[in-house]
């Protein structure tokens, strides 16, 4: 099956730097979504990218879908303690009967 | 919209005994959830996708007669795992997709499973 590869593995930054992580995959994706999951929680989702070269903001998010379609990446800028959860890629293929492929996530901490 | 609950939010349960999660899709209609299972500080690891009105399809090497899923109905999935023991403990989530945009899905907040 298709597989992610996400990285950072985990960050530790301080309160107002800018985060930027990733996600490549060996094959293409038809739309890439990035999760945010904090302690005790399910995912909730950030952003959402259906074409190839799509920039969408969320706020202090910002998230590409690659041209090549195997790759995307998510930018917090000003980062704030709040912040802080593990940040989950997932790539959709159309022909996957729904399921997406997940990272295996980003973990970022933020120091006040 | 696309808000998706799950029930109970924290079970405790001793050892044999079978327990029932509920994932509600509450502003939508969702053909399609998908259960899944996650360890502490890991990924989310598909169990098996559910869809209403059929059986749900499970994922390699997960046992379909321990983890019973019931799709009734377009909101609402249940998962039951039966005879539960200690290893069963974990972080049980799903999530649900909607026709709107069917390439995205929905979270629900998790379901945590101590077995004792």
């Known amino acids: 099956g298709q597989q992610l590869n996400q990285s950072p593995q985990s960050m530790f930054i301080q309160e107002g730097e800018d985060v930027s992580m990733n996600c490549t995959s060996s094959?293409?994706?038809?739309?890439w979504l990035w999760y945010k999951q904090e302690p005790g929680e399910g995912p909730v989702l950030l952003i959402a990218?259906?074409?190839?070269?799509e920039l969408t903001s969320n706020g202090r998010l910002t998230a590409q879908f690659g041209i090549t379609r195997k790759d995307s990446f998510l930018n917090i800028s000003a980062s704030i303690p709040s912040d802080v959860g593990i940040y989950f890629c997932?790539?959709?293929?159309?022909?996957?009967?729904?399921?997406?492929?997940f990272g295996d996530g980003t973990t970022l901490t933020v120091k006040p | 919209g696309a808000v998706v609950s799950q029930h109970p939010s924290r079970v405790i349960c001793k050892s044999g005994t079978s327990v029932k999660i509920e994932c509600r899709s509450l502003?939508?209609?969702?053909?399609?959830m998908f259960w899944y299972r996650q360890f502490p500080k890991q990924s989310l690891m598909l169990m098996a996708t559910?869809?209403?009105?059929?059986?749900?399809?499970?994922e390699q090497g997960v046992e379909k007669d321990k983890f019973l899923i019931n799709h009734a109905s377009l909101t609402l999935s249940t998962l039951t795992v039966t005879s539960a023991h200690p290893e069963d403990s974990s972080f049980y989530i799903c999530?649900?997709?909607?026709?709107?945009?069917?390439?995205?899905?929905?979270f629900g907040p998790g379901t945590r499973l101590t077995v004792l």
């Open positions: 999530s649900a997709i909607r026709l709107a945009d069917a390439d995205t899905q929905y």
């Open positions: 094959s293409i994706f038809n739309t």
């Open positions: 990218l259906y074409k190839a070269g």
């Open positions: 997932a790539g959709h293929l159309n022909t996957n009967a729904g399921k997406s492929t």
């Open positions: 502003d939508f209609q969702a053909t399609t």
């Open positions: 559910s869809n209403e009105g059929s059986k749900a399809t499970y």
